[in-house]
């Protein structure tokens, strides 16, 4: 074989690899998401209301374009999915942040019991729900 048609294969090589490469990280899924999910009514009594303050906002960009847009929070550290969903997409430690102090269900410390938590931005109430795949 002479170089050329040597050189000629090993770009295909290449690019078969590079292109194998791209359509797994693509069609892998994310790792997770937090819906922020509108209430067409006030929450009920024995809730909390934790407002989301601009403070929130600009610590966590994802929540700000979630409320904004409707769309849902992405969780996935995929740089496909980080280029896909943009400033959406968080890590998984991002993640827990938003839930530690958002999230709907939790554990109250001084009583030990469950109870339900709402977020209030925009006179909006929504309830906070993530999951992980």
Known sequence: MNKKKII????????????????CTLSSPHEGGINL?????????NT???PVTEEDLDRHPA???????SEPIVI????????QFGERCIT?????????????MYMDNDTSSLKYRY???????YQVQSYRV
């Open 76 to 83: 996935s550290k995929n740089p496909i999915h980080i280029l």
């Open 48 to 50: 909390v209301i934790v």
């Open 119 to 125: 977020i209030l931005w925009n006179n909006t109430y």
């Open 63 to 69: 929540l700000r374009i979630a409320l904004e847009t």
């Open 8 to 23: 000629s294969l090993i770009v295909v090589l290449l690019a078969i690899i590079l292109i194998l490469l791209a359509v």
């Open 92 to 104: 998984i430690a991002e993640a827990r942040e938003i839930e530690n102090k958002f999230s709907f």
């Open 37 to 45: 999910l509108p209430l067409n009514s006030p929450p009920g009594e």
